[in-house]
């Protein structure tokens, strides 16, 4: 059974630091896309940042190009979300989700998500 | 603001059916994927590459694409299916790899 579980949200003060990471299980780490998601409170869901198999190619939203750096540990089973300077405004859920198909807007398999609250 | 536009709300009557749209450019060169979200939940894909559904998804949903505009429909709609609906396409407008829409609240009444 494919798993994804996201665990490192929490609350931080505006300008600070957290990361996150997502622990994958039931399938073959190494060979999938890797994303995450997130989700300000009442509001819709926002894509953020892709990694390939290889790392090789990365991409980020422009809300956090520069504050946030994606990676992967395929010996490890998990992908990370290392966050700087966070603001008021990346207060979210935040979700690791799988790719599927090689289509990179298609996420087939996703985490239950951690929440993570940037306040003073 | 977004590149990938869909209805904010939509009702349907318990049994009946229902189409939810989703309009863009990036949607005549890729495809479209429909991710259903309970409150409290993680969302779920319904229908990936335009009109694919994965494996436990009811047969009652299905997609079709058209120009610019992709659909979700869902056939004979259940209370359980009253959720928020996002499609999600490859973004051609910027530099983001993936756009999603702002999502339809689905109202089974």
């Known amino acids: 059974e494919v798993q994804l579980v996201e665990s490192g949200g929490g609350l931080v003060q505006p300008g600070g630091s957290l990361r996150l990471s997502c622990a994958a299980s039931g399938f073959t780490f190494s060979t999938y896309g890797m994303n995450w998601v997130r989700q300000a409170p009442g509001k819709g869901l926002e894509w953020i940042s892709y990694i390939s198999t290889s790392s090789s190619s990365i991409y980020y939203a422009d809300s956090v190009k520069g504050r946030f750096t994606i990676s992967r540990d395929s010996a490890q089973n998990s992908l990370y979300l290392q966050m700087n300077s966070l603001r008021a405004e990346d207060t979210a859920v935040y979700y690791c989700?799988?790719?599927?198909?090689?289509?990179?807007?298609?996420?087939?398999?996703w985490g239950q998500g951690t929440l993570v609250t940037v306040s003073s | 603001s977004y590149e990938v536009t869909q209805d904010p709300a939509v009702s349907v009557a318990l049994g009946q059916t229902v189409r939810i749209t989703c309009q863009g450019d990036s949607l005549r060169s890729f495809y479209a994927n429909w991710y259903q979200q309970k409150p409290g939940q993680a969302p779920v894909l319904v229908i990936y590459g335009d009109n694919n559904r994965p494996s436990g998804i009811p047969d009652r949903f299905s997609g079709s694409s058209s120009g610019n505009t992709v659909s979700l429909t869902i056939t004979g709609a259940q209370a359980e299916d009253e959720a928020d609906y996002y499609c999600a396409s490859r973004d051609t407008s910027s530099n983001h790899l993936v756009v999603f829409g702002e999502g339809t609240k689905l109202t089974v009444l």
């Open positions: 989700a799988r790719d599927c198909n090689g289509d990179v807007s298609c996420f087939d398999y």
